[in-house]
T-cell receptor, first 114, second 115 residues
Framework: NAGVTQTPKFQVLKTGQSMTLQCAQD?????MYWYRQDPGMGLRLIYY???????DKGEVPNGYNVSRLNKREFSLRLESAAPSQTSVYFC?????????????FGAGTRLSVL | KQEVTQIPAALSVPEGENLVLNCSFT??????LQWFRQDPGKGLTSLLL?????REQTSGRLNASLDKSSGRSTLYIAASQPGDSATYLC??????????????FGKGTKLSVKP
């Protein structure tokens, strides 16, 4: 009964380093999402994948890339990390974009870029 | 551009009190509205989802209402308990355009229930 699993839970990077945040869901959901949460800003959508094989930009996509590896997995890559990317990153999934659209969230990845 | 506002930003109440959290949104063309709970250091948990055609939803001590025409929703918590202490987030989903279904979040109300 795992739901949405994110790895790693914590990460510290130096400016310019790259890394990939992993997300997997076991609920057979079609749609997956990446958000970032910053103090005083709320959650903002980075990228989403409405279905396997498709990805689209959200509100704040600059500096990120995504891959929908298969129906279960949706990864977020930082090619050259910047201090402005220090944030908590959440992955979420839902059955379909326009169904009841209850989104189920992972526990988050806390990223610090020094 | 859709904007979601939650008032108050923080609220402290004694245990047992009934309370109301407010959410407003600027564009009434929504598909649905959701209320989430977020505990410190944790992810979000969906509490209630109201479709745009509905007026309210109830789950246990929680009742959420939606007035789409005025761009408002309230989350009513009855007989509050210390375990209700958390941040409550409101989010709306668009019903048009290329990013249908994506959520726009408010910044949340941090609730503290004192024993």
């Amino acid at each position: 009964n795992a739901g949405v699993t994110q790895t790693p839970k914590f990460q510290v990077l130096k400016t310019g380093q790259s890394m990939t945040l992993q997300c997997a869901q076991d609920m057979n959901h079609n749609s997956m999402y990446w958000y970032r949460q910053d103090p005083g800003m709320g959650l903002r959508l980075i990228y989403y994948s409405a279905s396997e094989g498709t990805t689209d930009k959200g509100e704040v996509p600059n500096g990120y890339n995504v891959s929908r590896l298969n129906k279960r997995e949706f990864s977020l890559r930082l090619e050259s990390a910047a201090p402005s990317q220090t944030s908590v990153y959440f992955c979420a999934s839902s059955v379909r974009p326009l169904a009841k659209n209850i989104q189920y969230f992972g526990a988050g990845t806390r990223l610090s870029v020094l | 551009k859709q904007e979601v506002t939650q008032i108050p930003a923080a609220l402290s109440v004694p245990e047992g009190e009934n309370l109301v959290l407010n959410c407003s949104f600027t564009d009434s063309a929504i598909y649905n509205l959701q209320w989430f709970r977020q505990d410190p250091g944790k992810g979000l948990t969906s509490l209630l989802l109201i479709q745009s055609s509905q007026r309210e939803q109830t789950s246990g001590r929680l009742n959420a209402s939606l007035d789409k025409s005025s761009g408002r929703s309230t989350l009513y918590i009855a007989a509050s308990q210390p375990g209700d202490s958390a941040t409550y987030l409101c989010a709306v989903s668009k019903n048009y355009g290329g990013s249908q279904g994506n959520l726009i979040f408010g910044k949340g109300t941090k609730l503290s229930v004192k024993p």
